[in-house]
Protein backbone atom coordinates (compact mmCIF):
# COMPACT_ATOMS: atom_id res chain seq x y z
CA UNK A 1 0.00 0.00 0.00
CA UNK A 2 1.32 3.61 -0.66
CA UNK A 3 1.85 5.84 1.93
CA UNK A 4 -0.16 8.51 0.73
CA UNK A 5 -2.78 5.39 1.66
CA UNK A 6 -2.01 5.49 4.59
CA UNK A 7 -2.10 9.07 5.51
CA UNK A 8 -5.62 9.35 3.83
CA UNK A 9 -6.80 6.03 6.35
CA UNK A 10 -4.91 7.85 9.40
CA UNK A 11 -6.48 11.31 9.08
CA UNK A 12 -9.94 9.64 7.96
CA UNK A 13 -9.80 7.26 11.42
CA UNK A 14 -9.11 10.61 13.15
CA UNK A 15 -11.44 12.62 11.83
CA UNK A 16 -13.78 10.20 13.06
CA UNK A 17 -13.26 10.88 16.83
CA UNK A 18 -12.66 14.49 16.48
CA UNK A 19 -13.40 15.34 20.37
CA UNK A 20 -10.72 12.72 21.07
CA UNK A 21 -8.43 13.19 18.95
CA UNK A 22 -8.68 17.17 20.01
CA UNK A 23 -8.03 15.69 23.69
CA UNK A 24 -5.17 13.64 23.08
CA UNK A 25 -3.39 16.37 21.09
CA UNK A 26 -3.86 19.08 24.29
CA UNK A 27 -1.43 17.42 26.53
CA UNK A 28 0.93 17.92 23.47
CA UNK A 29 0.10 21.61 22.97
CA UNK A 30 0.36 22.54 26.40
CA UNK A 31 3.50 21.09 26.52
CA UNK A 32 5.08 22.93 23.49
CA UNK A 33 3.69 26.04 24.55
CA UNK A 34 4.63 26.22 28.16
CA UNK A 35 8.51 25.09 27.06
CA UNK A 36 8.04 28.02 24.49
CA UNK A 37 7.22 30.30 26.92
CA UNK A 38 9.59 29.54 29.07
CA UNK A 39 12.71 29.46 26.92
CA UNK A 40 11.24 32.69 25.22
CA UNK A 41 10.99 34.64 28.68
CA UNK A 42 14.38 33.32 29.47
CA UNK A 43 16.16 34.48 26.39
CA UNK A 44 14.04 38.09 26.28
CA UNK A 45 15.75 38.39 29.92
CA UNK A 46 19.14 37.71 28.99
CA UNK A 47 18.65 40.17 26.33
CA UNK A 48 17.08 42.64 28.93
CA UNK A 49 20.09 42.28 30.99
CA UNK A 50 22.54 42.48 28.04
CA UNK A 51 21.35 46.01 26.75
CA UNK A 52 20.86 46.81 30.69
CA UNK A 53 24.74 46.66 31.12
CA UNK A 54 25.49 47.77 27.81
CA UNK A 55 24.14 51.60 28.94
CA UNK A 56 26.94 51.29 31.22
CA UNK A 57 29.63 51.00 28.52
CA UNK A 58 31.99 48.48 28.66
CA UNK A 59 35.10 49.89 30.16
CA UNK A 60 33.97 50.42 33.91
CA UNK A 61 34.96 49.47 36.95
CA UNK A 62 33.51 49.37 40.28
CA UNK A 63 35.04 49.40 43.64
CA UNK A 64 34.25 48.75 47.09
CA UNK A 65 35.62 47.45 50.47
CA UNK A 66 35.15 43.71 51.32
CA UNK A 67 32.04 43.22 53.86
CA UNK A 68 34.58 41.01 55.41
CA UNK A 69 34.71 41.63 59.07
CA UNK A 70 38.39 42.56 60.04
CA UNK A 71 37.13 45.13 62.80
CA UNK A 72 39.33 42.72 65.51
CA UNK A 73 42.43 42.56 63.13
CA UNK A 74 42.50 46.32 62.16
CA UNK A 75 40.36 48.04 64.82
CA UNK A 76 41.03 51.30 63.18
CA UNK A 77 40.25 49.91 59.52
CA UNK A 78 39.12 52.84 57.51
CA UNK A 79 36.41 53.71 55.00
CA UNK A 80 36.16 53.96 51.53
CA UNK A 81 36.40 57.75 50.97
CA UNK A 82 36.79 60.75 48.81
CA UNK A 83 40.39 60.60 49.10
CA UNK A 84 40.50 57.05 47.56
CA UNK A 85 38.89 58.47 44.18
CA UNK A 86 41.28 61.21 44.25
CA UNK A 87 44.23 59.33 44.31
CA UNK A 88 42.78 56.58 41.92
CA UNK A 89 42.29 59.51 39.14
CA UNK A 90 45.77 61.04 39.89
CA UNK A 91 47.69 57.68 39.96
CA UNK A 92 46.48 55.75 38.19
CA UNK A 93 46.99 55.34 34.12
CA UNK A 94 44.71 55.01 31.40
CA UNK A 95 41.75 56.34 34.02
CA UNK A 96 39.29 58.50 32.39
CA UNK A 97 37.13 59.63 35.21
CA UNK A 98 36.02 58.71 38.85
CA UNK A 99 32.64 58.46 40.00
CA UNK A 100 32.70 58.45 44.03
CA UNK A 101 29.40 57.98 44.93
CA UNK A 102 27.21 57.68 48.06
CA UNK A 103 23.50 56.42 48.46
CA UNK A 104 20.55 57.32 51.09
CA UNK A 105 16.87 56.71 51.08
CA UNK A 106 14.97 59.98 51.97
CA UNK A 107 11.23 61.46 52.30
CA UNK A 108 11.27 63.84 48.90
CA UNK A 109 7.88 66.77 49.06
CA UNK A 110 6.72 68.95 46.73
CA UNK A 111 3.41 70.77 47.25
CA UNK A 112 1.75 68.27 48.61
CA UNK A 113 2.75 64.92 46.95
CA UNK A 114 5.10 63.21 49.52
CA UNK A 115 7.83 59.81 47.98
CA UNK A 116 10.61 57.88 49.50
CA UNK A 117 13.49 58.25 46.98
CA UNK A 118 16.82 56.71 46.59
CA UNK A 119 19.16 59.62 46.56
CA UNK A 120 22.67 59.36 45.03
CA UNK A 121 25.65 61.59 46.20
CA UNK A 122 27.69 62.20 43.22
CA UNK A 123 30.19 64.53 41.54
CA UNK A 124 30.24 65.84 37.58
CA UNK A 125 32.42 62.98 36.19
CA UNK A 126 29.09 60.87 37.31
CA UNK A 127 27.24 62.03 34.27
CA UNK A 128 30.34 60.24 31.99
CA UNK A 129 31.02 57.13 33.66
CA UNK A 130 27.49 55.85 33.96
CA UNK A 131 27.03 57.10 30.54
CA UNK A 132 23.88 59.09 31.51
CA UNK A 133 22.82 62.20 29.25
CA UNK A 134 20.58 65.68 30.83
CA UNK A 135 18.05 66.29 28.90
CA UNK A 136 17.10 69.58 30.69
CA UNK A 137 18.80 72.50 32.42
CA UNK A 138 22.67 71.07 33.82
CA UNK A 139 24.30 68.58 35.84
CA UNK A 140 26.45 69.13 39.14
CA UNK A 141 29.65 70.87 38.84
CA UNK A 142 32.60 71.52 41.47
CA UNK A 143 31.25 74.55 42.83
CA UNK A 144 28.19 72.58 43.74
CA UNK A 145 30.65 70.16 45.12
CA UNK A 146 32.67 72.46 46.75
CA UNK A 147 30.51 74.79 48.88
CA UNK A 148 27.83 72.07 49.47
CA UNK A 149 24.74 73.57 47.22
CA UNK A 150 21.38 72.64 48.05
CA UNK A 151 20.94 71.58 44.39
CA UNK A 152 19.44 68.29 42.90
CA UNK A 153 19.12 66.87 39.41
CA UNK A 154 16.08 64.57 39.19
CA UNK A 155 15.30 61.09 37.20
CA UNK A 156 13.35 61.06 34.28
CA UNK A 157 10.50 58.97 36.41
CA UNK A 158 10.70 61.60 39.34
CA UNK A 159 10.37 64.55 37.45
CA UNK A 160 7.55 63.00 35.58
CA UNK A 161 5.90 62.08 38.94
CA UNK A 162 6.40 65.51 40.73
CA UNK A 163 6.02 67.93 37.93
CA UNK A 164 3.66 66.17 35.32
CA UNK A 165 3.61 69.16 31.98
CA UNK A 166 5.42 71.39 34.54
CA UNK A 167 8.98 72.53 33.80
CA UNK A 168 10.41 71.76 37.00
CA UNK A 169 13.90 74.01 36.75
CA UNK A 170 14.25 76.67 39.14
CA UNK A 171 11.29 74.63 41.36
CA UNK A 172 11.78 74.12 44.89
CA UNK A 173 11.89 70.37 46.76
CA UNK A 174 12.57 69.74 49.97
CA UNK A 175 14.77 66.36 51.19
CA UNK A 176 14.33 65.36 55.06
CA UNK A 177 12.87 68.31 55.28
CA UNK A 178 15.41 70.52 53.41
CA UNK A 179 15.00 72.39 50.52
CA UNK A 180 17.01 71.81 46.84
CA UNK A 181 16.67 73.52 43.97
CA UNK A 182 16.08 71.80 40.31
CA UNK A 183 18.92 72.48 38.59
CA UNK A 184 18.43 69.57 35.81
CA UNK A 185 16.16 66.43 34.68
CA UNK A 186 18.06 63.07 33.36
CA UNK A 187 17.63 61.30 30.27
CA UNK A 188 15.21 58.39 30.74
CA UNK A 189 17.74 55.60 31.15
CA UNK A 190 16.20 52.48 32.36
CA UNK A 191 16.80 49.77 34.71
CA UNK A 192 19.88 48.68 36.47
CA UNK A 193 20.50 45.57 38.74
CA UNK A 194 16.66 45.30 39.12
CA UNK A 195 16.91 49.07 39.83
CA UNK A 196 15.05 52.00 38.38
CA UNK A 197 17.91 54.50 37.27
CA UNK A 198 14.91 56.78 36.52
CA UNK A 199 13.41 56.99 39.84
CA UNK A 200 16.04 59.07 41.89
CA UNK A 201 17.83 62.21 42.21
CA UNK A 202 21.46 63.16 42.55
CA UNK A 203 22.96 65.92 44.89
CA UNK A 204 26.68 66.84 45.42
CA UNK A 205 28.51 64.33 46.65
CA UNK A 206 29.39 66.45 49.63
CA UNK A 207 25.32 68.17 50.18
CA UNK A 208 24.83 64.59 51.10
CA UNK A 209 27.28 63.58 53.19
CA UNK A 210 27.16 66.81 55.62
CA UNK A 211 23.88 68.04 55.37
CA UNK A 212 21.57 64.82 54.27
CA UNK A 213 23.05 61.95 55.91
CA UNK A 214 25.28 63.67 58.36
CA UNK A 215 27.59 61.10 58.84
CA UNK A 216 31.80 62.11 59.09
CA UNK A 217 34.66 60.27 59.45
CA UNK A 218 38.40 61.26 60.35
CA UNK A 219 39.70 60.13 57.19
CA UNK A 220 37.41 62.63 55.01
CA UNK A 221 33.85 61.93 53.01
CA UNK A 222 33.22 58.15 53.31
CA UNK A 223 31.86 56.46 50.31
CA UNK A 224 29.79 53.59 49.34
CA UNK A 225 30.92 52.99 46.04
CA UNK A 226 33.42 54.08 43.20
CA UNK A 227 32.86 53.77 39.62
CA UNK A 228 35.54 54.59 37.51
CA UNK A 229 35.87 54.44 34.01
CA UNK A 230 39.03 53.17 32.16
CA UNK A 231 40.62 54.50 28.71
CA UNK A 232 39.90 51.22 27.12
CA UNK A 233 39.16 47.33 27.92
CA UNK A 234 42.61 46.40 27.15
CA UNK A 235 44.13 48.36 29.82
CA UNK A 236 40.81 46.94 32.57
CA UNK A 237 43.10 44.29 33.75
CA UNK A 238 46.33 46.43 34.50
CA UNK A 239 44.06 48.97 36.17
CA UNK A 240 42.10 46.65 38.35
CA UNK A 241 45.41 45.54 39.54
CA UNK A 242 46.85 49.03 40.16
CA UNK A 243 43.72 49.81 41.73
CA UNK A 244 43.67 47.32 44.24
CA UNK A 245 47.28 47.58 45.19
CA UNK A 246 46.84 51.25 45.57
CA UNK A 247 44.13 51.14 48.46
CA UNK A 248 45.54 48.22 50.10
CA UNK A 249 48.64 50.52 50.37
CA UNK A 250 46.66 53.55 51.25
CA UNK A 251 44.62 51.86 54.05
CA UNK A 252 47.68 49.71 55.10
CA UNK A 253 45.78 46.25 54.72
CA UNK A 254 47.33 43.45 53.16
CA UNK A 255 44.16 40.62 52.64
CA UNK A 256 43.84 39.85 49.07
CA UNK A 257 40.44 39.99 49.11
CA UNK A 258 39.82 43.60 51.03
CA UNK A 259 39.48 45.74 47.87
CA UNK A 260 36.73 44.47 45.68
CA UNK A 261 37.65 45.49 41.87
CA UNK A 262 34.81 44.15 39.71
CA UNK A 263 34.60 44.83 36.31
CA UNK A 264 31.15 45.72 34.46
CA UNK A 265 31.37 42.68 31.94
CA UNK A 266 32.14 40.02 34.97
CA UNK A 267 28.70 41.30 36.93
CA UNK A 268 27.07 40.81 33.19
CA UNK A 269 28.48 36.97 32.72
CA UNK A 270 27.31 36.30 36.47
CA UNK A 271 23.75 37.29 35.54
CA UNK A 272 23.85 35.89 32.46
CA UNK A 273 24.78 32.21 33.74
CA UNK A 274 22.45 32.71 36.43
CA UNK A 275 19.43 33.54 33.71
CA UNK A 276 20.83 30.73 31.62
CA UNK A 277 20.88 28.49 34.26
CA UNK A 278 16.86 29.49 35.58
CA UNK A 279 16.19 29.08 31.76
CA UNK A 280 17.46 25.69 31.31
CA UNK A 281 15.61 24.83 34.34
CA UNK A 282 11.93 26.37 33.50
CA UNK A 283 12.40 24.34 30.03
CA UNK A 284 13.31 21.14 31.84
CA UNK A 285 9.88 21.47 33.90
CA UNK A 286 7.55 22.41 30.93
CA UNK A 287 9.13 19.75 29.22
CA UNK A 288 7.45 17.25 31.93
CA UNK A 289 3.79 18.26 30.26
CA UNK A 290 5.60 16.66 26.99
CA UNK A 291 6.21 13.20 28.44
CA UNK A 292 2.76 13.67 30.28
CA UNK A 293 1.25 14.63 26.24
CA UNK A 294 3.21 11.02 24.96
CA UNK A 295 1.73 8.78 27.45
CA UNK A 296 -1.84 10.24 27.02
CA UNK A 297 -0.76 9.87 22.93
CA UNK A 298 -0.03 6.32 23.55
CA UNK A 299 -3.19 5.26 25.87
CA UNK A 300 -5.54 6.82 23.39
CA UNK A 301 -4.58 5.13 20.65
CA UNK A 302 -4.07 1.56 22.73
CA UNK A 303 -7.75 2.43 23.33
CA UNK A 304 -8.10 2.72 19.78
CA UNK A 305 -6.44 -0.48 19.02
CA UNK A 306 -8.85 -2.29 21.19
CA UNK A 307 -12.42 -0.36 19.39
CA UNK A 308 -10.78 -1.10 15.64
CA UNK A 309 -10.25 -4.93 16.55
CA UNK A 310 -12.71 -5.95 13.97
CA UNK A 311 -11.55 -3.62 11.14
CA UNK A 312 -7.84 -4.76 12.03
CA UNK A 313 -9.16 -7.96 11.30
CA UNK A 314 -10.90 -7.37 8.03
CA UNK A 315 -8.06 -5.18 6.71
CA UNK A 316 -5.70 -8.15 7.31
CA UNK A 317 -8.05 -10.64 6.49
CA UNK A 318 -8.35 -8.91 2.93
CA UNK A 319 -4.51 -9.17 2.57
CA UNK A 320 -3.20 -6.30 5.41
CA UNK A 321 0.63 -6.78 6.24
CA UNK A 322 1.60 -6.37 9.78
CA UNK A 323 3.76 -3.74 8.04
CA UNK A 324 0.38 -1.69 6.83
CA UNK A 325 -1.31 -2.04 9.93
CA UNK A 326 1.70 -0.61 11.94
CA UNK A 327 2.74 1.90 9.52
CA UNK A 328 -0.72 3.51 9.71
CA UNK A 329 -1.41 3.60 13.68
CA UNK A 330 2.37 4.98 14.26
CA UNK A 331 1.07 7.71 11.29
CA UNK A 332 -1.79 8.28 13.51
CA UNK A 333 0.19 8.61 16.35
CA UNK A 334 2.97 11.17 14.95
CA UNK A 335 -0.03 13.14 12.99
CA UNK A 336 -1.40 13.65 16.73
CA UNK A 337 1.82 14.60 18.44
CA UNK A 338 2.96 17.20 15.35
CA UNK A 339 -0.90 18.57 15.21
CA UNK A 340 -0.58 19.19 18.80
CA UNK A 341 2.99 20.75 18.72
CA UNK A 342 1.96 22.81 15.83
CA UNK A 343 -0.81 24.42 18.03
CA UNK A 344 1.50 24.20 21.05
CA UNK A 345 3.81 26.46 19.02
CA UNK A 346 1.72 29.00 17.90
CA UNK A 347 -0.02 29.48 21.37
CA UNK A 348 3.32 29.86 22.65
CA UNK A 349 4.46 32.43 20.26
CA UNK A 350 1.43 34.25 20.20
CA UNK A 351 1.67 34.18 24.19
CA UNK A 352 4.81 35.91 24.09
CA UNK A 353 3.63 38.44 21.55
CA UNK A 354 0.72 39.51 24.00
CA UNK A 355 2.91 39.74 27.18
CA UNK A 356 5.52 41.84 25.52
CA UNK A 357 2.60 44.10 24.00
CA UNK A 358 0.23 44.44 27.25
CA UNK A 359 3.08 43.97 29.75
CA UNK A 360 6.61 45.21 30.65
CA UNK A 361 7.83 41.67 30.10
CA UNK A 362 10.80 41.16 28.29
CA UNK A 363 10.22 37.88 25.69
CA UNK A 364 12.17 36.26 22.77
CA UNK A 365 11.17 34.13 20.33
CA UNK A 366 13.87 31.78 19.96
CA UNK A 367 13.80 29.59 16.70
CA UNK A 368 15.91 26.69 17.84
CA UNK A 369 13.23 26.19 20.27
CA UNK A 370 10.73 25.99 18.34
CA UNK A 371 12.52 23.48 15.99
CA UNK A 372 13.69 21.14 18.64
CA UNK A 373 9.96 21.07 20.64
CA UNK A 374 8.36 20.27 17.17
CA UNK A 375 11.27 17.58 16.33
CA UNK A 376 10.95 16.73 20.22
CA UNK A 377 6.62 16.21 19.49
CA UNK A 378 7.05 14.02 16.59
CA UNK A 379 9.45 12.00 18.44
CA UNK A 380 7.24 11.61 21.12
CA UNK A 381 4.11 10.71 19.07
CA UNK A 382 6.79 7.88 17.64
CA UNK A 383 8.06 6.46 20.08
CA UNK A 384 5.15 6.60 22.43
CA UNK A 385 2.68 5.15 19.15
CA UNK A 386 4.87 2.12 18.98
CA UNK A 387 3.96 -0.03 21.51
CA UNK A 388 -0.04 0.40 19.90
CA UNK A 389 0.66 -0.06 16.70
CA UNK A 390 2.74 -3.18 17.14
CA UNK A 391 -0.13 -4.03 19.28
CA UNK A 392 -2.83 -3.75 16.50
CA UNK A 393 -0.17 -5.15 14.14
CA UNK A 394 0.43 -8.54 15.43
CA UNK A 395 -3.44 -9.51 16.01
CA UNK A 396 -4.49 -12.53 14.48
CA UNK A 397 -7.09 -11.85 12.12
CA UNK A 398 -9.36 -14.94 12.86
CA UNK A 399 -8.99 -13.66 16.66
CA UNK A 400 -9.75 -9.93 15.75
CA UNK A 401 -12.76 -11.15 13.86
CA UNK A 402 -14.08 -13.74 16.36
CA UNK A 403 -13.72 -11.17 19.14
CA UNK A 404 -15.37 -8.37 17.10
Known sequence: M??????KMAFSALMSNKLRSLLTMLGITVGNA????MVGIGEGTQRLTAEQFATLGPNVLFISLTSRNISSTIPNARPLVLEDAEAIEKQIQNIVAVSPELFGQFLLTYRQKNALISIVGASPDYLQVRNFQIKKGRFLNDSDLRRNHRVVVLGSQVAQDLFKQQDPISQQIRIKNISFEVIGVMKAKGALFGSNQDNQVLVPL?????????????????LHLLSVLVNNQSQLDAAQFQIKNLLRLRH???F??????????????????????????LAAIASISLLVGGIGVMNIMLVSVTERTQEIGLRKALGAKEQDILLQFLIEAIILAITGGAIGTLTGVSSMV????FSMMYTSISVPAIVVTLGVSGGIGF???VIPAQRAA????????RRS
Open 206 to 222: TTMANQLQGKTSIYGVR
Open 354 to 357: FAQS
Open 2 to 7: EIKEHF
Open 394 to 401: RLNPVDAL
Open 383 to 385: IFG
Open 256 to 281: DDYVKVTTQQAIMDTATKTNEGLTKM
Open 34 to 37: SVIA
Open 252 to 254: QVH
